[in-house]
């Protein structure tokens, strides 16, 4: 039987780990390639790097990161931030990585997605969504980032209604997009992604447990694999994420060692899920 | 020369099946030259994507030929991933491509229907049905090891499963005859039990014993 997945997070800026409350607030927490070499040892099921930076400057530190990491990990290891193109995906998979994340540039050019997946395979190519909670009462839908993609004609209709709870964001979680999360997931799954990372904006940093409402949806509408992120706080939080959906991403709980992955993955089977040990 | 070729035909993840050999510390070499493949001891046939891409790459450099023919005479071929797909006469994929046909069966898609999610994606167990090269023999049995494929190998003889692997249905996830082996998951990306294997496999067809 298939195990659920346990899955380390590393943001990276700069060469270091860090990690914030809602992508501020910064934290030093460690080195990548040491924490990386830990969490396999330790029996982390896969290992994502996110480069929070992704500026062209850091292109080159990330790369010759990825390939000092891939030597020391025997696990899949994932790369996301800033891809924006089919080279950066062929130059970090060259680099060393399995899989890489696209996250803003499937929103702007969904294309990318289609012909990634065909080229480089579905395996590899991971949909990273974030999504935020909608507020029918307050909000105007913005209309520019969802127009861009309706014009581009390849999407089917992707614009927040009244049934939506959650809106996808990009940029960080600056930049609202005016598209429905769960239709967003149904269509990159059905257009070429291997699996959906999803990031709860809401929950991230908060320990007070993952977005199971939305974590649930976002499953039941696609077809393939989905990670959950952001809000782990106890072990709890972890196993009842994964009642719904194929993997858990940790990051604060892990690098601040206040879980270890060998706890967590003992708890998991107490309440019966198959986990790899 | 090494006793080890990786055949590089452009299929994706060479790299990773070349970091494997490097830490283990057994020498290879990658090869695309259809005379360097039908001579070396040991042939590694990785691989990631469409077949239908793979198996017109590997005709192009006159490989096809070359795979076969080594299948044929019992010499050491072990396909990974894609690489253990080409290895049956028949996929789906694409509307359907014929493989090398080194053995008989045929590459499907997994079924959503069966309530599981495409691709197969993640660790899964190796549950062991016969071993008669005693791969396993040091390995503790089931194991995990890391899957990522949409497409199935199914249809095969009982006689060539060595494991097989349960995610909606039972299908073969190693198969072979003597020294000609195919694998599933990724060995490259399943940590110790990877490399186990591998090495069992090596120890078995280089080292003869």
Known sequence: MLAKRIIPCLDVTGGRVVKGTNFVELRDAGDPVELAHLYDQAGADELVFLDITATSDARNILLDLIERTAHCVHVPFTVGGGIKSRSDIRDILNAGADKISLNSAAIRNPSLLQECSAYFGAQCIIVAIDAKAVDHASQTHPTEILAAIQAQGITSDLALDSNSHWEVVINGGRLRTGIDTLKWAKWVSDHGAGEILLNSMDKDGTKSGYDLPLTRGVSQVSECPVIASGGAGTLGHIAEALNVCEAALLASLLHFRELSIEEIKAYCMSQGLIMRL | ?209
């Not at chain 2, 990786?6 to 994706?12: E, H, L, M, T």
């Not at chain 2, 008989?104 to 167990?125: A, R, T, Y």
């Not at chain 2, 023999?137 to 494929?149: C, L």
Request: proline share 6%; hydrophobic share 45%; net charge negative.
């Open chain 2, 1 to 209: 020369m090494s006793d080890v070729v990786i055949v590089d035909y452009g299929g994706g993840n060479l790299g990773s099946v070349a970091k494997l050999f490097s830490s283990l510390e057994i020498g290879f070499e990658i090869a695309t030259d259809a005379q360097r493949v039908a001579s070396a001891k040991v042939v590694v046939l990785p691989g990631q994507g469409a077949i239908a891409q793979a198996m017109h790459q590997l005709k192009s450099l006159g490989l096809d030929l070359v795979l076969q023919e080594r299948a044929a005479q019992n010499r050491p071929l072990l396909g990974i991933c894609l690489g253990m797909q080409l290895m049956v006469d028949w996929s789906d994929e694409d509307g359907g491509h014929p493989g090398l046909g080194i053995f008989p069966g045929k590459v499907v898609k997994f079924s959503p229907e069966l309530g599981i999610k495409v691709p197969h994606m993640g660790w899964n167990q190796l549950e062991l049905v016969q071993d008669p090269e005693g791969y396993f023999s040091q390995i503790p049995m089931p194991a995990f090891a890391y899957f990522a494929h949409s497409y199935t190998v199914t249809d095969v003889a009982p006689e060539l499963v060595i494991t097989t692997t349960f995610y909606g249905v039972s299908f073969p996830s190693i198969i072979g005859r003597g020294a000609v082996m195919g694998i599933q998951p990724h060995p490259e990306k399943s940590g110790d039990l990877g490399r186990q294997l591998i090495k069992a496999y090596l120890k078995r067809w280089v080292a003869g014993e």
